[in-house]
């Protein structure tokens, strides 16, 4: 009961959420000609009034005790542990370039994840970044971000 | 006509041509199995290679790369829920979660044996029924296709989903995502806060990746396990061929899926993404346990498998005939075909019969071999990477939907609008809003909008352009059906089991 009071229910934070990603919207869909502004009107004025549905059941049965809420997370620290991981390798690219980043980033990831053989994850991380640079450089010529030592 | 369909065929076979199928398929399949790599990219980076070679032997493996792409997509959807290709991503909604039950290589299985049907049928269709299937495309304009896009929407909002509301509002979402970018049709910039790089629309990729596979790879290091032992030792990587009896209960789903993506390919601009949904769609809708579906029903893996396929040779049928290309995939052959002196359109029939009817023959040999070199590459190699351990296949796939992403349009930006669509996917799937709808909303959104609004162009404005024509009332009918069935039912059984003491 303690945990009903204390905490909102998800899908009520979801549409609170929605509503009001869906007014700013729309405060800009105003200013487009009459039919280009169609279509984006229709889906966020749908969006408003799914989302008003959503937090009056939510409401209700939030009202009811037995009702089970959804946990959002699993693992907090580490999703934000995770979230940290993905950020840090985005701007680890722009910044170093793609393959160095990759080849810092799948062991360091792992090991911090819980997977802590050096031999594997060593192979693991040569074979994978290997293919890679063998299958977009070498033979389809992709590029990805540069590397740090060859700007 | 038939008789230089027969003609065509002794060239095919020359092995050099046979080669040419072959090479084509095994890139293919690799190619679409990297997410990030496309068959319409493979194909173009192939064609100036082709100058100095016979037409059939560049055609030979153009086809075998669109067939084998069709089908590698599925391998990453199953084993890591990363569609390869935007037409794999209804695969991924039954074969990922059979791969997490243990059943990754049967889902691959089913996958290549479906992928090849779906192949040639089609191939099969393009050689026989080319010319008059190129008329009935002729029936569908503007306002009937818009009504075939609000069909395959509201098919799948009100039968996907177990909460409507959420299903409505995953779609709305989805829809409204489609709109971003500048109109085509006034040029007015939608929801662009003046970033260039939206000019163009929210490519599906990065919303794909970002809804599909960021939110698995978080949840692969969420959780703290070393290997994912249940399914490594449950993966069935046993021959195809004693695989292949068990799958013959599938027959309804694999004409039903091949009908309409042969169907969904000859009309031009919807492609593979929407036959596969229409397709999974209706199979559920015709199964007996549709709550099974989502959950790791293996017809759903033919389903999408059979339909993404049946659509390769059907959308050189437009293309063929009168040199429309319906998908960017039959654009770039298009451009193969005129390298070397091909000139799409009726006359090509009569100018050149031995290289397009060849070329269809190719369709068939690429489809057949797909069972044979798809088989067993997918199902005891690529299969195996469900063996490595949980921290690493998080950090593999975090790279790969980083060069998925980037290789698009090499741009950094759509890494960080793909990081975006991850959190929202996350807790998405966390409040249990259906994903599916949010795919569908963006693949039809923009089409359906484009359709509509040319409708009522050319009907000077007038609303009943929609409902004037027998073609649009049928498909408003089948809207209508597949809308309100779900609610009947509903009623129906309430009504049971009020009776009932």
């Known amino acids: 009961m303690k945990h009903h009071l204390t905490r909102p229910h998800p899908d009520l934070i979801a549409g609170v959420v929605v509503i009001l990603a869906s007014v700013l919207l729309m405060l800009r869909a105003g200013t487009m000609p009459a039919m280009t502004a169609l279509l984006p009107f229709a889906m966020l004025g749908a969006l408003i009034v799914l989302s008003l549905v959503m937090i009056v059941r939510a409401l209700m049965r939030d009202a009811d005790p037995e009702t089970a809420r959804p946990d959002v997370f699993d693992s907090r620290n580490r999703f934000f542990g995770v979230c940290a991981a993905i950020g840090l390798y985005v701007a680890a690219v722009a910044l170093i370039g793609f393959y160095t980043s990759t080849a810092i980033m799948i062991p360091a990831v792992s090991w911090a994840f819980g997977f802590r053989k050096p031999v594997p994850l060593a192979l693991a991380t040569a074979i994978f970044v290997g293919g890679i640079a063998l299958i977009f450089h070498v033979l389809m010529g992709q590029d990805l971000p540069a590397e740090f030592f060859a700007r | ?501």
């Open chain 2, 1 to 501: 006509m038939y008789g230089a369909l027969l003609d065509a065929l002794p060239e095919v076979l020359g092995w050099a041509n046979l080669l040419a199928v072959v090479v084509g398929v095994l890139s293919g399949i690799c190619v679409g199995a990297l997410p990030g790599l496309s068959a319409t990219m493979a194909i173009s980076v192939l064609i100036p290679f082709t100058f100095g070679m016979s037409p059939l032997v560049a055609l030979g493996m153009m086809a075998g790369i669109y067939n084998g792409a069709m089908y590698g997509g599925s391998i990453p959807a199953v084993l890591l829920r990363i569609p390869g290709t935007p037409a794999a991503v209804a695969t991924s909604f039954d074969g990922y979660p059979m791969a997490q039950k243990g059943r990754g290589g049967y889902a691959l299985q089913v996958a290549v044996v479906s992928s090849a049907l779906g192949g040639i049928a089609s191939a099969i269709v393009l050689m026989l029924l080319a010319p008059p299937l190129a008329k009935v495309t002729l029936l569908f304009g503007p306002a009937e296709i818009f009504w075939v896009a609000v069909f395959g929407m509201s098919s799948i909002v009100f039968l996907l989903s177990g909460d409507i509301v959420k299903g409505l509002m995953s779609a709305a979402f989805g829809v409204f995502v489609s709109l971003i970018g500048a109109d085509t049709i006034s040029g007015y910039d939608r929801f662009t806060f003046g970033r260039l790089e939206l000019l163009d629309g929210i490519n599906i990729i990065v919303l794909l990746v970002g809804l599909y596979a960021l939110p698995p790879a978080v949840g692969l290091l969420e959780e703290p396990k070393d290997i994912d032992a249940s399914n490594a030792t449950r993966l069935s990587t046993g021959s195809i061929w004693s695989a292949i009896p068990g799958m013959l209960g599938y027959w309804k789903t694999w004409l039903r899926s091949a009908i309409i993506g042969i169907f969904v390919g000859i009309l031009p601009g919807a492609g593979g993404s929407m036959a596969a949904f229409l397709s999974w769609n209706e199979a559920r809708r015709a199964s007996s346990n549709p709550d099974e579906w989502g959950h790791g029903e293996p017809e759903g893996v033919a389903a999408a498998e059979t339909a993404n396929n049946a659509d390769t040779a059907s959308a050189m049928i437009p293309a063929l005939t009168l040199g429309i290309p319906g998908t960017a995939v039959a654009a770039v052959m298009l451009g193969g075909l005129l390298i070397h002196g091909l000139q799409p359109g009726p006359m090509l029939f009569r100018s050149n019969p031995e290289i397009v009817f060849g070329f269809m023959w190719q369709f068939l040999f690429a489809a057949i071999l797909l069972i044979f070199l798809g088989g067993s590459i997918a199902t005891n190699s690529f299969a195996q990477v469900l063996r490595l351990p949980r921290p690493i296949l998080g950090a593999i796939i975090i790279a790969l939907v980083f060069i998925g992403v980037y290789s698009i349009n090499g741009r950094m930006f759509d890494v960080y609008l793909t990081l975006g669509f991850g959190v929202i996917g996350y807790f998405m799937e966390k409040l249990k809003f259906p994903l599916p709808p949010v795919v569908l909303g963006l693949i039809l959104g923009k089409f359906a909008e484009e359709n509509l609004r040319l409708a009522l162009r050319i009907g000077r404005g007038d609303w009943s352009v929609l409902w004037s024509s027998t073609t649009s009332l049928i498909i408003i009918g089948l809207t209508l059906v597949v809308v309100l069935m779900p609610i009947l039912r509903q009623q129906v059984a309430k009504r049971r089991a009020a009776r009932q003491p």
